[in-house]
């Protein structure tokens, strides 16, 4: 009986986020509202909407921010709200389902080479697709992409329409990290566990696209020199933290198990062949097992899932109490969710902005320490959070 409840549950959970993902909410009026957390009143007000599935959020020396649309296009959002025309110049994007035209991020010397660097579903032939990494120049007017290659493109290409990862962030060295997802289906998720494919695996490349000589495969000629780490489902969110230079990262569970890792070089975080969740049908994962010998456990999960996407480390002044911690947005969840972080432990703080009832899509940080978040909406908005003081 226990078994029959705790499928039956899962089973709800499993409609009830359909739901969620299905219908978004269509706001007629700006958004400028207070809400009361655990460390004061916050005020929550619209920079700008009209954002058609904003995916990925970076901002720009002068203040203004880079949004892509998951349908293909690139926009500029100035400091004072104004949305541009999309931004020529972007990569051809399967956006069937879950693809589309996906994170973006600056160079750390945008200043001088004014570098962008976009994730995609890139399509390939017979209907199949991967994540790629496309980079670019934008040019001085900011209205173009110019002189725009493919860095990396993930391998292989699977006819899927689901799990891309797709976070690019850039480490203290200049390294990009790309998350990539295992592409769901159970025919070819068990390649997370593969050292000679991308699926399942967060990549560390340089700039140009080539392998950094201290990758911890680059000597194995069974492996693929890009792979950092293996065995992750989907990561959706991803930051370095501060303190110690090292990546941590968000993944989806599937029914249950999201699961917050501290990502180390060559480890394996267990994906498919241990999960703190169950499968969609309520069957167990594999063997039903949570940890392995020789896997790399989370350190913190979820069930239910929040369904993380995009995340930070917050180092501002507008909110001293929470330097330190993570915000991370939640699409099925519908909130900002605060991660106190002490060390290499975490635990879950608060969560925010739920009564809004909106997907949270990416987390940044702004100027004056303020927190931006965007939300997953055919009329997307680009909020921003600080002191209601």
Same mark, same amino acid.
């Given at each position: 009986m226990?078994?029959?409840?705790?499928?039956?549950?899962?089973?709800?959970?499993?409609?009830?986020?359909?739901?969620?993902?299905?219908?978004?909410?269509?706001?007629?009026?700006?958004?400028?509202?207070?809400?009361e957390?655990?460390?004061?009143?916050?005020?929550?007000?619209?920079?700008t909407e009209?954002?058609?599935?904003p995916?990925g959020?970076?901002l720009?020396?002068?203040e203004s921010?880079?949004?892509?649309?998951?349908?293909g296009?690139l926009?500029?959002?100035?400091?004072?709200?104004?949305?541009?025309?999309?931004i020529?110049?972007?990569?051809?994007?399967?956006?069937?389902?879950?693809?589309?035209?996906?994170?973006?991020?600056?160079?750390?010397?945008?200043?001088?080479?004014?570098?962008?660097?976009?994730?995609?579903?890139e399509?390939?032939e017979? *209907?199949?697709? =991967?994540?790629?990494?496309?980079?670019? %120049?934008?040019s001085? $007017? @900011?209205?173009?992409l #110019? &002189?725009?290659?493919?860095?990396?493109?993930?391998?292989?290409?699977e006819?899927?329409t689901?799990?891309?990862?797709?976070?690019?962030?850039?480490?203290?060295?200049?390294?990009l990290?790309?998350?990539?997802?295992?592409?769901?289906?159970?025919?070819?998720?068990?390649?997370?566990? *593969?050292?000679? =494919?991308?699926l399942?695996?967060?990549? %560390?490349?340089?700039? $140009? @696209?080539?392998?950094? #000589? &201290?990758?911890p495969?680059?000597?194995?000629?069974?492996?693929?020199?890009?792979?950092?780490?293996?065995?992750n489902?989907?990561?959706?969110a991803?930051?370095?933290?501060?303190?110690?230079?090292d990546?941590?990262e968000?993944?989806?569970?599937?029914?249950?198990?999201?699961?917050?890792?501290?990502?180390?070089?060559?480890?394996?975080?267990?994906?498919?062949l241990?999960?703190?969740?169950?499968?969609?049908?309520?069957?167990?994962?594999?063997?039903?097992?949570?940890?392995?010998?020789?896997g790399?456990?989370?350190?913190l999960t979820w069930t239910?899932?929040?369904?993380?996407?995009?995340?930070?480390?917050?180092?501002?002044?507008?909110?001293?109490?929470?330097?330190?911690?993570?915000?991370?947005?939640?699409?099925?969840?519908?909130?900002?969710?605060?991660?106190?972080?002490?060390g290499?432990?975490?635990?879950?703080?608060?969560?925010?902005?739920?009564?809004l009832?909106m997907?949270?899509?990416?987390?940044?940080?702004?100027?004056?320490?303020?927190?931006?978040?965007?939300?997953?909406?055919?009329?997307?908005?680009?909020?921003?959070?600080?002191?209601?003081?």
């Amino acid at each position: 009986m226990e078994n029959f409840m705790t499928m039956t549950a899962f089973r709800k959970l499993a409609i009830a986020s359909t739901a969620m993902l299905i219908v978004s909410p269509a706001l007629a009026e700006p958004i400028n509202e207070t809400f009361e957390t655990e460390s004061g009143s916050i005020q929550v007000e619209t920079v700008t909407e009209g954002i058609a599935e904003p995916w990925g959020l970076a901002l720009l020396p002068d203040e203004s921010w880079l949004v892509t649309e998951k349908e293909g296009n690139l926009r500029m959002i100035s400091s004072d709200g104004a949305l541009s025309d999309p931004i020529s110049g972007t990569p051809e994007v399967d956006a069937r389902d879950q693809g589309g035209l996906l994170d973006v991020t600056i160079d750390p010397d945008f200043e001088e080479n004014r570098m962008v660097y976009l994730s995609f579903s890139e399509p390939g032939e017979n *209907d199949t697709n =991967s994540t790629a990494v496309y980079k670019a %120049r934008l040019s001085d $007017d @900011g209205t173009a992409l #110019e &002189d725009g290659e493919v860095i990396f493109s993930q391998q292989p290409k699977e006819v899927s329409t689901k799990h891309y990862g797709s976070r690019i962030v850039f480490d203290g060295d200049g390294h990009l990290f790309v998350t990539l997802g295992e592409r769901s289906d159970a025919e070819f998720r068990g390649q997370a566990q *593969d050292l000679d =494919s991308h699926l399942g695996k967060i990549v %560390r490349i340089n700039p $140009d @696209g080539s392998v950094p #000589e &201290d990758n911890p495969f680059v000597d194995d000629a069974e492996a693929l020199p890009e792979i950092w780490s293996y065995g992750n489902r989907n990561v959706q969110a991803a930051a370095m933290n501060p303190e110690t230079g090292d990546l941590w990262e968000i993944e989806h569970g599937p029914m249950g198990g999201d699961e917050l890792n501290i990502i180390q070089p060559g480890n394996n975080y267990g994906w498919p062949l241990v999960s703190h969740g169950v499968e969609y049908s309520g069957d167990p994962i594999n063997e039903g097992e949570a940890a392995m010998e020789g896997g790399t456990d989370a350190i913190l999960t979820w069930t239910p899932v929040i369904a993380p996407s995009g995340m930070i480390f917050y180092d501002g002044e507008a909110f001293p109490e929470w330097q330190g911690d993570i915000f991370v947005g939640g699409l099925a969840s519908a909130a900002l969710v605060h991660v106190d972080v002490e060390g290499e432990s975490a635990e879950e703080k608060a969560r925010y902005l739920e009564d809004l009832g909106m997907r949270i899509q990416d987390v940044a940080q702004g100027p004056e320490g303020a927190i931006y978040v965007v939300t997953d909406d055919t009329n997307g908005h680009l909020l921003r959070i600080m002191p209601a003081d």
